[in-house]
């Protein structure tokens, strides 16, 4: 069985030197110390192909990791996005049967997001990778509704990845136990996934996918727990004015993966929410690196073939228009 995986990190080195420079140089996990992260995310070649390979996956969608360019200044994030894209879509052209590739956008630069969109899916990019905020401006800002509109236009999807909290809430809600349990706090151990619950969910009440119905929206972490509470999120709906609730949104504009947590518990909940034509293996390399055993036994879990195929490759061949 075919086996897609549309989360699989990679750093662009500059980009990591560059945002070493920021005022908050702990905006990026990957400038710290994890393991061999750094090595393995700077490989685009044979260490990550058999990387694949031990783990069964044919095609990985490449996606440059957080903090993308988001915290740089305009003109940095415009030139450090342009490169990101061109070396991504360089790997494929290497590699064309193993990987694809998500765009990088400098979204701290609304003004040049679309062009930078459209010129990377000149350059064969299936999608892209955004965050829910940058800086004190939110995803929902009416300044990136032309992003919004392009990207359903294109066909290209748009992947709303974890990134920090703000820093006034991370003094508010996520400091106080020391600085590694502080950070952890933050990002995956709790703030990284709430955070992006609460951007998806201001684009839909902020009638985003009423305005752009094409628009297409991927969650990782199984949807960034906002499946896991519509029961009070649908009320919301109703109060800002949308003829829709919540769920429906969740059900007909976006796309769940797994990001690696292969539990069969979370996946039988998002099936209580949505159905198996919207679910789509991702492994979220290499922070999380599955084995081919774990990864065989998950889709056990799965009632049928034809449901283990949609997820493991079919869902994701059809989302991104891939040839597999």
């Given at each position: 069985?075919?086996?897609?995986?549309?989360?699989e990190?990679?750093?662009?080195?500059?980009l990591?030197?560059?945002?070493k420079?920021?005022?908050?140089?702990?905006?990026?996990?990957?400038?710290?110390d994890?393991?061999?992260?750094?090595?393995?995310?700077e490989?685009?070649?044979?260490?990550?192909?058999?990387?694949m390979?031990?783990?069964?996956i044919d095609?990985?969608?490449?996606?440059?990791?957080?903090?993308g360019?988001?915290?740089l200044?305009?003109?940095e994030?415009?030139?450090l996005?342009?490169?990101?894209?061109?070396?991504?879509a360089?790997?494929?052209?290497?590699?064309?049967?193993?990987?694809?590739a998500?765009?990088?956008?400098?979204?701290?630069?609304?003004?040049?997001?679309?062009?930078?969109l459209?010129?990377?899916?000149?350059?064969?990019?299936?999608?892209t990778?955004?965050?829910?905020?940058?800086?004190?401006?939110?995803?929902?800002?009416?300044v990136?509704?032309?992003?919004?509109?392009?990207?359903?236009?294109?066909?290209?999807?748009?992947?709303?990845?974890?990134?920090?909290?703000?820093?006034?809430?991370?003094?508010?809600?996520?400091?106080?136990f020391?600085?590694?349990?502080?950070?952890?706090?933050?990002?995956f151990?709790?703030?990284?996934?709430?955070d992006?619950?609460?951007?998806?969910?201001?684009?839909?009440?902020?009638?985003?996918?009423d305005?752009?119905?094409?628009?297409?929206?991927?969650?990782?972490?199984?949807?960034?727990?906002l499946?896991?509470?519509l029961?009070?999120?649908?009320?919301?709906?109703?109060?800002a004015?949308?003829?829709?609730?919540?769920s429906?949104?969740?059900?007909?504009?976006f796309f769940i993966?797994?990001?690696?947590?292969?539990?069969?518990?979370?996946?039988?909940?998002?099936?209580?929410?949505?159905?198996?034509?919207r679910?789509?293996?991702?492994?979220?390399?290499?922070?999380?690196?599955?084995?081919?055993?774990?990864?065989?036994?998950?889709l056990d879990?799965?009632?049928?073939?034809?449901?283990?195929?949609?997820?493991?490759?079919?869902?994701?061949?059809?989302l991104?228009?891939?040839?597999?």
């Open positions: 069985m075919t086996l897609i995986a549309i989360e990190h990679w750093i662009l080195p500059e990591a030197s560059a945002l420079a920021v005022p908050r140089p702990d905006e990026s996990l990957v400038l710290n994890f393991g061999d992260a750094r090595q393995r995310l490989d685009l070649d044979e260490g990550r192909l058999a990387a390979d031990a783990q069964g095609l990985s969608i490449l996606a440059l990791t957080p903090p360019t988001h915290p200044p305009p003109d994030a415009v030139r996005s342009r490169a990101a894209n061109d070396v991504a360089e790997a494929v052209s290497r590699h064309p049967t193993r990987f694809r998500l765009s990088t956008l400098p979204m701290s630069s609304p003004e040049h997001v679309v062009d930078e459209t010129r990377a899916a000149s350059l064969g990019h299936v999608g990778m955004v965050y829910g905020r940058v800086g004190d401006r939110f995803l929902d800002d009416p990136y509704d032309d992003f919004f509109a392009a990207a359903a236009e294109l066909g290209q999807p748009v992947f709303i990845h974890p990134q920090l909290p703000s820093e006034a809430l991370r003094d508010a809600s996520y400091r106080g020391g600085e590694l349990t502080d950070l952890a706090l933050a990002t151990g709790w703030g990284w996934h709430l992006t619950a609460l951007a998806a969910l201001r684009l839909i009440l902020r009638g985003t996918f305005r752009h119905p094409a628009l297409r929206v991927v969650l990782g972490h199984w949807g960034e727990m499946l896991f509470w029961d009070r999120a649908d009320s919301l709906a109703r109060v004015g949308r003829e829709r609730s919540v429906d949104y969740i059900r007909s504009n993966t797994s990001s690696g947590m292969l539990n069969p518990v979370l996946l039988r909940h998002t099936l209580s929410v949505t159905t198996v034509d679910l789509i293996f991702s492994t979220d390399y290499p922070f999380q690196q599955p084995t081919r055993e774990e990864i065989t036994t998950f879990a799965f009632d049928s073939d034809e449901d283990r195929r949609k997820f493991s490759s079919g869902n994701a061949a059809a991104y228009g891939l040839d597999r």
